[in-house]
């Protein structure tokens, strides 16, 4: 049996069992692009925690987890 073959197969076991494939595309984090983009974003996050209240903000109309 060729792969092919073999592919095909579990392919139609799996429609069967009302499965369906689906493709996904995600970022490639090995590139030098991502990385550059990763540090930029890190760098706007830890500026914003040094600059604003916003949360204290959240935690001061925030109802604790117990209460709910």
């Known amino acids: 049996m060729t ?4 592919v095909s197969e579990y392919r139609r076991r799996m ?3 009302g499965y ?3 493709q ?3 970022p490639d984090v090995r590139t030098d692009q ?3 983009e990763a540090r930029r974003q ?5 500026q ?5 209240d916003e949360q204290k903000f ?3 109309v925030s109802a604790p987890w117990d209460d709910a």
């Open 24 to 26: 996904v595309w995600v």
């Open 42 to 46: 890190a760098a706007l996050v830890a």
């Open 15 to 17: 429609r069967e069992r």
């Open 3 to 6: 792969v092919r073959e073999r």
């Open 20 to 22: 369906r494939p689906v």
């Open 34 to 36: 991502f990385a550059a």
């Open 58 to 60: 959240v935690e001061a």
């Open 48 to 52: 914003a925690d040094r600059a604003g």
